[in-house]
């Protein structure tokens, strides 16, 4: 059979370049499921990608679909012919419907009835025919903004200009939006040919490379990070390259030139993260640094374009920086003029959200909130709350947002926290004080970097934790995709904070007291909080426990669980996960599952909490289990509670071997549902293992 290759470009006005990724991995998702819903069989998918175009090229492409052999059922035998076996209107019309005649029907029993089937033949269309609707994925690319354009009631992330749709060398026609498939890209906006012609697939790469546009974006970052390097060594100097603003250049340009700029060296005065900051996130230069890891008066850039008149480009970039960093300047010498409390006052008058309060109000219960949890964790490490530790959390809770209200955050926002840690080295503040100031904000995002700090995790957690329980409050509760601020990055946040430093809080017990004490909630609230919050955290937990690779049914089995602190449950489903490959692992879940099933039919009988008499032992068997369950540690490890109650599996065996639970003597049943309440109580801090699947 011979294969052909496919090219297919959608033409745009430039996209955004945080979309262009997305989107070229979108189309080839989408393409590839096109084709495998169409029975069209491929070798491979490449992807291709700038600001002005979205391409795939699929390599190996059958001639045709594969056939389809289906087999149909139509009406009973009873209906399908009549009392002389003809075939009625009924079989006549299904076999025709079918493409067949009545002479292909045959007969199949279905619960005792015979139904009439035919066999199907469907012949595969050919590839052209099919690769003529392929355009009909372009509507399933999301994009979170789009527009109309013209007359049009479709929606995308900017008007499409022109289609390209190649079959090998022969174009394959549609037309959507009224724009007609064809075989004319186009080049560089300034440097190519506003109407290039692609003679086949294959040489769609040269081609565009010749009019000076580098399709494919592993090509433009190799081309941008040997340049960059290039310049490096050239300039015996280094280059700070963050790999997210390389990726938004290589998404910015077509055909990227890097080239070295200058600045005035009195601009080094500078905190460094203001000159990083103005230079990389406003800019999208790459900041220079010298051999002994200092910034020096020295950026690099990427131009869409060639070498030519670089001069000037460099200038106007140099112009722009200069203007920016001027502002730093002014923002941060006017910034001098004020004390921290000043702008701490400043702070506490701004609206946290119109429901909520003021920020005063927010840091007040922050503060609160830390000193609660820091009072929580220094009594599980057994320390001491030392004054000086109380000074600083003090200290912190009322200083923490100042730097909002400073000029320098309200112009570079990306600073906030960091422009704060700066400002209160530099008032004199206490390191740890400073160091917090700038910690609480972490993570940033998922997988980010975390606090390092003691009061950088306190106030870390106590700030994520009442922006949760403030919105909760007001019923702000995220739903789907609708989560306008950002709750669950906050949640995940928290999270991966408690995990990480094995820090302890119970989701009840914990969330309770501060919601009485802090919120002022009364019962009722207070346990509608506590399921909704809780129902937030398993979400988190559900996606955590994913990444991790834990089994999906054992992280049902550990969200189920009694434990109600994520760090205890985080080490739960680890545990089981690593014993799910134990030999003994069946036997282990069927037994503590087989105690969890009696212990709600105890439950249902009233006699949870019913105190064991031994003088109603029958068995040896009952003492023994009873003697282990008393005898089993409140263990703070999973670990360790697993190999506890995986001690009493030939204890649970040989208990039921020996002993009938549900005996006529209600006293005996109640005293045996008693000695399994131990264990039930230790397997279900654990899991409910009635959730894990063990065929």
């Known amino acids: 059979m011979t294969k052909h290759n496919y090219l297919f ?15 070229r991995q979108q189309l080839a998702q989408l393409t590839a499921d096109y084709l495998t819903e169409q029975r069209v069989s491929y070798d491979r998918i490449e992807s291709f990608a700038t600001p002005r175009r979205l391409a795939v090229y699929v390599v190996g492409l059958a001639d045709r679909q594969t056939d389809l052999e289906e087999v149909a059922k139509g009406p009973a035998r009873k209906v399908a012919q009549d009392e002389d076996g003809n075939w009625t209107k009924a079989a006549i019309g299904f076999s025709r419907g079918k493409g067949l005649s009545p002479d292909d029907i045959y007969f199949e029993e279905i619960k005792g009835v015979d139904y009439a089937h035919v066999r199907v033949h469907q012949p595969g269309q050919p590839v052209q025919e099919i690769l003529g609707n392929l355009y009909t994925v372009i509507d399933k690319i999301y994009f979170p903004v789009t527009m109309h354009w013209a007359n049009e009631s479709f929606e995308f992330i900017r008007p499409i200009h022109w289609f390209v749709s190649l079959l090998d060398d022969q174009v394959v026609p549609f037309e959507f939006l009224g724009v007609k498939a064809g075989r004319t890209s186009r080049g560089h906006r300034f440097l190519g040919q506003n109407q290039v012609d692609i003679d086949q697939a294959d040489n769609y790469l040269a081609i565009l490379r010749d009019q000076y546009v580098i399709a494919d974006p592993v090509e433009r970052k190799q081309m941008i990070v040997d340049q960059i390097e290039g310049l490096a060594a050239a300039n015996d100097f280094a280059i700070l390259v963050d790999h997210d603003l390389l990726d938004e250049v290589i998404n910015i340009v077509e055909y990227p030139t890097a080239f070295v700029g200058d600045f005035d060296e009195k601009y080094l005065e500078l905190p460094r993260q203001v000159l990083i900051t103005t230079m990389q996130d406003h800019q999208r230069y790459f ?11 020295h950026f690099v850039a990427v131009r869409n374009g060639l070498a030519d008149h670089i001069d000037m480009v460099r200038a106007g970039n140099e112009k722009v920086l200069v203007a920016r960093l001027e502002d730093a300047v002014f923002f941060v010498n006017e910034d001098q003029s004020h004390t921290i409390d000043d702008f701490a006052q400043k702070a506490r008058k701004m609206t946290f959200h119109a429901e909520i309060g003021t920020m005063g109000d927010k840091m007040d219960r922050v503060g609160r909130i830390a000193t609660y949890l820091k009072e929580k964790w220094q009594k599980q490490a057994d320390g001491a709350f030392s004054q000086v530790q109380k000074a600083d959390l003090d200290r912190t809770s009322k200083i923490y947002k100042f730097d909002l209200t400073t000029g320098i955050v309200d112009e570079f926002s990306e600073l906030q926290g960091t422009m704060g840690e700066i ?21 940033l995002a998922a997988g980010g970097d975390l606090p390092t700090s003691d009061l950088g995790i306190l106030f870390a957690v106590a700030d994520k934790l009442d922006t949760i329980i403030s919105f909760f409050n007001i019923g702000r509760i995220p739903t789907g995709s609708n989560d306008p601020f950002a709750l669950r990055r906050q949640m995940i946040g928290i999270i991966s904070i408690l995990s990480q430093y094995q820090l302890p809080f119970d989701w009840q017990v914990d969330l309770a007291l501060l919601l009485k004490d802090i919120y002022q909630l009364d019962d009722q609230a207070v346990a509608e909080r506590i399921d909704q919050v809780g129902h937030f955290v398993d979400d988190r937990l559900k996606q955590n426990y994913q990444q991790a690779g834990v089994r999906y049914d054992i992280s049902e089995a550990v969200r189920a669980s009694d434990q109600a602190d994520v760090v205890a449950k985080h080490e739960a ?13 069946k036997t282990n879940v069927e037994a503590w599952s087989r105690i969890l099933n009696l212990g709600s039919k105890a439950q249902e009988l009233g006699v949870l909490g019913q105190a064991v008499n031994s003088d109603l032992f029958e068995t ?31 204890l649970i065996e040989a208990f039921f071997a020996e002993n009938m639970v549900f005996t006529d003597n209600e006293a ?28």
């Open 668 to 695: 005996v049943r109640d005293n045996r549902l008693a000695i399994l309440a131990g264990p039930a109580s230790q397997i279900r801090q654990l899991a409910d293992t009635n959730k894990i699947v063990t065929k």
């Open 620 to 650: 040896d068997s009952e003492a023994a289990l009873y003697q282990a369950s008393l005898n089993l540690a409140n263990q703070a490890g999973a670990e360790s509670r697993y190999q506890d109650l995986k001690s009493l599996v030939p």
């Open 9 to 23: 470009e959608i033409g745009l006005e430039e996209v955004p370049a945080k979309y262009v990724d997305s989107a």
């Open 287 to 297: 900041p220079v640094e010298n051999k002994q890891g200092k910034l020096i008066n």
């Open 573 to 585: 489903a680890q545990v089981l996960n690593q014993h799910s490959q134990d030999p003994d692992f």
């Open 423 to 443: 400002y209160a080295n530099q008032a004199g503040e206490s390191a740890q004080v400073a160091q917090a100031i700038r910690e609480h904000y972490l993570p």
